[in-house]
């Protein structure tokens, strides 16, 4: 069932499990038989649908809209949304969007994220690029046009101004953001560890996550 968003006639629909076919790429990654009541919040804005890896998982609390791609064991945890209606936003590969992170573009400013990334709990990204391997702090906010280099730790709260350029490497911290140091080889590794252990749990997560109902 169609619901007008409002945008020149766009139809939102929502994304049913039995309206695509068994592809490499779906836009719902595999359940286990305990989950097969769950629906993800999955939409289709016009003819524009999300393109999930089947080694992906999106919690089912979590909100997918439009023009969004998440790769191979990436992940999206509960109450995080993801739209994209004006540019595409793309999740690299075992990256992770934490709760209540926001993802967001404005026409003209595209929003990529490089693989191994973690977002944490209630950032929000618009219109920017973040490199492999970075990590973006809790309730921190990166605006448009912005990047984060690779290997970069974006502390909590930071407030990363539009266009602003970091360098791989940049520990950055303060509102409006700033590099204060260059990352050591114990603080990447850190960061590494720290998405590979969101890759292993999500795959844990589709296995055994089950509902109760009280």
């Known amino acids: 069932m169609g619901v007008q968003s409002g945008l020149s006639g766009i139809v939102i629909r929502r994304v049913e499990r039995a309206s695509r076919p068994r592809l490499k790429t779906r836009i719902f990654p595999p359940f286990t038989r305990i989950l097969e009541t769950e629906r993800m919040a999955l939409y289709q804005l016009g003819d524009v649908a999300p393109t999930i890896d089947n ?15 998440l790769k191979a064991r990436s992940s999206v945890w509960p109450g995080a949304v993801i739209r994209g209606d004006n540019e595409p936003i793309v999740v690299g590969e075992a990256s992770n969007v934490q709760e209540g992170a926001v993802l967001h573009t404005d026409p003209g400013c595209p929003l990529n994220i490089g693989d191994r990334v973690t977002i944490g709990h209630q950032a929000m990204l618009h219109g920017c690029t973040v490199g492999e391997g970075s990590l973006i702090g809790i309730q921190a906010v990166v605006l448009n046009r912005a990047v984060i280099g690779k290997d970069c730790l974006v502390g909590a709260g930071a407030i990363v101004t539009e266009g602003k350029v970091f ?11 700033k590099a204060v140091r260059e990352l050591t080889e114990d603080d990447i590794a850190k960061m590494r560890l720290n998405a590979e252990t969101y890759a292993v749990r999500q795959a844990m997560y589709k296995q055994q996550l089950k509902r109760i109902d009280g």
């Not at 089912?60 to 969004?68: F, K």
């Open 55 to 69: 080694d992906a998982y999106v919690a089912p609390e979590a909100t997918v809209i439009g023009r969004v791609e």
């Open 167 to 177: 360098p791989d490497r940049s520990l950055i911290l303060g509102a409006p953001a």
